[in-house]
């Protein structure tokens, strides 16, 4: 008999710096919802494909010119 498959999502608790550690490692990535804020895939440009990019691209975008979901991967994390 087979085991059954592992999770695609693991929720875990840790401290601030293991999740910068965690962060530095390229390790953590973002979906952020940029419908009503404009300056997210300003942002995106900025960064570069290689941390940033759409979901929606193409004919297929579902949004038309208005931007969608992006992908994102911090290279740091700050928190105020």
């Not at 608790?13 to 940029?34: E, M």
């Not at 290689?50 to 991967?73: I, M, Q």
Request: glycine letters at 8%; hydrophobic letters at 35%; charged letters at 20%.
């Amino acid at each position: 008999m087979s085991s059954p498959p592992s999770p695609l999502l693991e929720l875990r608790t840790g401290t601030l710096a293991h999740l910068r550690r965690f962060a530095d490692g390229q390790y953590l990535y973002a979906i952020l919802d940029a419908y009503d804020n404009p300056s997210v895939p300003e942002k995106m440009k900025e960064i570069g494909k290689d941390r940033g990019v759409c979901l929606f691209t193409g004919s297929l975008n579902p949004f038309g010119k208005r931007p969608g979901a992006y992908l994102f991967s911090p290279r740091r994390l700050w928190m105020c």
